[in-house]
């Protein structure tokens, strides 16, 4: 049994669609001359036991993440706006499917505090299958579009709220069957 006390970094973060809770993740350096072997992992902050994680083998020197369990004091809610089949002719060869989410975030805390929000749209490999964000998607995410995830990072005053809107189209032929 060792004790490594880290220096490491704190974030908060959340992907809503998964799980509707804001993590705190950290991240850190094995600054000891010795690897740190896979398994499970008692996380203190604080002088306070939070829990239990998982790590894998870290070697000396290199970096390492560990969630450190959920921050009740960021609540999180994802509804969703709408999800409809837009109207075609009858002649048209395609329909459109537009699917948008709103996501609240609260910080109930007395300090401000940034959560990185990711939420996923779906990624086509076909030709005929067409993604697109539609514009009203709230500014300021970092897209990665060959896996498909979007991250804000979003900054809430202390007691203060804000939501995120997240909406996309898939645009398929006709007699595809498809479900988001």
């Known amino acids: 049994v060792h004790t490594l006390r880290s220096a490491g970094k704190l974030t908060y973060e959340s992907v809503p669609r998964l799980k509707p809770y804001v993590f705190l993740k950290e991240s850190a350096v094995n600054e000891s001359s010795f690897p740190l072997l896979a398994g499970p992992v008692s996380i203190f902050r604080a002088g306070s036991y939070i829990g239990t994680s998982q790590i894998g083998y870290v070697a ?13 004091s960021i ?9 409809a089949f837009e109207k075609v002719a009858y002649f048209s060869k395609r ?6 989410w709103d996501t609240l975030l609260v910080n109930n805390k ?8 990711t939420e996923n749209i779906p990624v086509s490999q076909m030709e005929e299958v067409q993604v697109e964000l539609v514009e009203s998607t709230s500014q300021g995410y970092r897209l990665d579009d060959k896996k498909g995830f979007l991250a804000w990072q979003v900054t809430l005053p202390p007691n203060s709220s804000k939501t995120i809107h997240f909406e ?3 645009t398929v032929p006709k007699g595809f069957d498809i479900r988001l």
């Open 95 to 100: 329909k459109t499917i537009t699917v948008s």
């Open 60 to 72: 000396p020197r290199q970096q390492f993440e560990l969630f450190a369990g959920i921050d009740e």
């Open 75 to 83: 609540s999180i809610k994802r509804r969703l706006d709408k999800k």
């Open 110 to 117: 007395k300090t401000a505090t940034t959560v990185t929000l």
């Open 168 to 170: 996309y189209r898939v």
